[in-house]
């Protein structure tokens, strides 16, 4: 857990620099920062998500683009009955109301800070390698990077970026304390298939940022579990 409570606090003084500088800021220097956040937002979306075309996934199977097409579709049903937008929306209400601000920004800035942190292979092999061998080299670097993120995306969105370590907390740490019996789980295909996936959902939350569509990313959120579980089926099946 040492690694994922680095983390924590690297994104916590990250909020608060970003906060506090974001404050001294017109709201016209403001708007073109979360802007550029959007353009940024898109890259690491289209980086992540080109993952699709790519080993092992594309090595897997030729249709591995349309199985992540299929996992965010369906996540995208199973978010909307479930209705975990309207969810995330209602507790960034209750929260704003002791916090101040921007129901919308803080419900944003927490689904964007807790895809753009938990997303990817170096979440989840630094939190294995933490819990296996204690190793949390990978984890600080991650930790060092994710706090100068949360500054750029703080100043834009506020505190909804900080409440993201409880993301951050419930996932990386749970991924180093079930270490010894997720390793076989997490294999690179599974790894790929998240990263692919969340790419995906990353583009989303640019789109959003940019304000071009306001994609309801909440409740895509089951297809980071159902992309996996369709990538490791195929690879069981062979």
């Not at 800021?25 to 980086?47: C, K, N, S, Y």
């Not at 689904?111 to 989840?124: D, K, R």
Request: overall charge neutral; charged content about 15%.
């Amino acid at each position: 857990m040492t690694g994922t409570l680095i983390n924590v606090a690297t994104v916590l003084v990250g909020t608060a620099v970003g906060i506090l500088f974001g404050a001294r800021l017109p709201d016209r220097v403001r708007e073109t920062l979360l802007h550029a956040l959007g353009l940024l937002t898109l890259v690491v979306g289209i980086r992540e998500a080109l993952g699709a075309f790519e080993p092992p996934l594309s090595a897997l199977t030729r249709g591995s683009v349309l199985v992540v097409m299929g996992s965010v579709l369906l996540g995208g049903l199973v978010g909307e009955a479930a209705r975990i937008e309207d969810r995330l929306e209602r507790a960034g209400k209750a929260l704003e109301r002791r916090l101040g601000g921007s129901q919308a920004r803080f419900t944003e800035g927490f689904v964007t800070a807790s895809l753009v942190f938990c997303v990817g292979p170096m979440t989840i092999l630094g939190s294995i390698q933490g819990g296996l061998a204690g190793d949390h080299q990978l984890l600080a670097i991650k930790a060092l990077l994710d706090g100068f993120a949360a500054v750029a995306l703080a100043s834009a969105l506020g505190w909804g970026v900080g409440f993201s370590v409880i993301t951050i907390l419930v996932y990386q740490g749970g991924l180093a304390l079930g270490a010894a019996s997720l390793a076989d789980v997490f294999t690179p295909v599974t790894i790929a298939a998240i990263t692919a996936v969340g790419g995906v959902l990353i583009l989303g939350i640019g789109l959003r940022l940019l304000e071009l569509r306001r994609i309801r990313v909440g409740n895509l959120l089951p297809a980071l579990v159902l992309g996996p579980l369709a990538f490791a089926l195929l690879e069981a099946l062979g």
